[in-house]
């Protein structure tokens, strides 16, 4: 997309916050987690790049990963293709085994990779930025006039804060 790529740190944040807004089913189990792990090979694979990225991983190694059980994580992974989070693939053998599964991002992850690059488009083109060019370092004689200024407001504030019979005395 444009040659713009997002922090592993911005898309997980953003992840983890969508997929539970956009896909409530989603907190209430492990899933979470393995779209992490899937999100993080993902990355990994494609040095950030994610909106066409794949990778090849078993069941069996996400499962070792996230200490749960081959069973448990082939249904995280259902749900997860079946909100639109990852697409999958995995081609029979002629032997009748599957091949390695390849996952993809799916339709609910582009979204929200679209989205994540539309924000950051309009923070770069955006003129309120807190470090703005224009916002100059001062000159010897705003800095002088400022000092000038500091001292004849603390000179005041003393004497308006200071007793009567101090200043009489």
């Known amino acids: 997309m444009g040659g713009h790529t997002l922090t592993l740190d911005t898309i997980l944040s953003a992840t983890f916050f969508f997929s539970g807004k956009w896909t409530p089913a989603l907190k209430r189990n492990q899933s979470g987690e393995t779209l992490r792990l899937i999100l993080c090979k993902l990355y990994g694979a494609s040095r950030g790049s994610l909106f066409h990225a794949q990778v090849r991983c078993s069941h069996v190694a996400l499962a070792d990963s996230l200490d749960l059980s081959r069973e448990w994580t082939c249904k995280l992974i259902a749900r997860l293709r079946a909100s639109g989070w990852i697409t999958t693939e995995a081609r029979r053998l002629p032997n009748g085994k599957q091949e390695i599964t390849i ?17 950051q488009q309009r923070q770069r083109g955006s003129s309120a930025r807190v470090n703005d060019s224009s916002q100059k370092i001062p000159t010897k004689e705003d800095v002088e006039k400022n000092k000038a200024f500091l001292a004849n407001l603390i000179t005041e504030l003393g004497q308006k804060f200071t007793p009567k019979k101090a200043r009489t005395g």
């Open 103 to 119: 996952f993809r991002a799916g339709q609910m992850l582009k979204r929200l990779l679209v989205m994540l690059l539309k924000s």
